[in-house]
């Protein structure tokens, strides 16, 4: 499984950005569980959203809840995270990734397969 994430870049506190991760090598019902993380330096990876689609499942933490949203395209293989009212604490380098074994953890333990990060920038 190969992820492509795209869409960081540099935003003003209070702007809006919106990541993608096209993901290829399977078919999309093997991708039972899609998830973003980020991390800042010097901090642990964290998870920011993820979805469980054929549960309608989605999960937050409180950090992101109600400004992050995520979202699938199994057409397409992709998972998006919209980012709204984005603030400096949000600045980190964000990985998308894929469990293919329908565990039931957000840890970053319970992925599999990780795409190369894509950095956002939050400028006070």
């Known amino acids: 499984v190969q992820l492509q994430a795209s869409g960081g870049g540099l935003v003003q506190t209070g702007g809006s950005l919106r990541l993608s991760c096209a993901a290829s090598g399977r078919t999309s019902r093997a991708y039972s569980r899609m998830a973003w993380f980020r991390q800042a330096p010097g901090k642990e990876r964290e998870v920011v959203a993820g979805?469980?689609?054929?549960?309608?499942?989605?999960y937050y933490p409180d950090s992101v809840k109600g400004r992050f949203t995520i979202s699938r395209d199994n057409a397409k293989n992709t998972v998006y995270l919209q980012m709204n009212s984005l603030k400096p604490e949000d600045t980190a380098v964000y990985y998308c990734?894929?469990?293919?074994?329908?565990?039931?953890?957000?840890?970053?333990?319970?992925?599999?397969?990780w795409g190369k990060g894509t950095q956002v920038t939050v400028s006070s």
């Open positions: 990734a894929v469990d293919v074994s329908d565990r039931r953890s957000w840890l970053e333990s319970d992925m599999d397969y």
């Open positions: 979805i469980r689609e054929s549960l309608g499942i989605v």
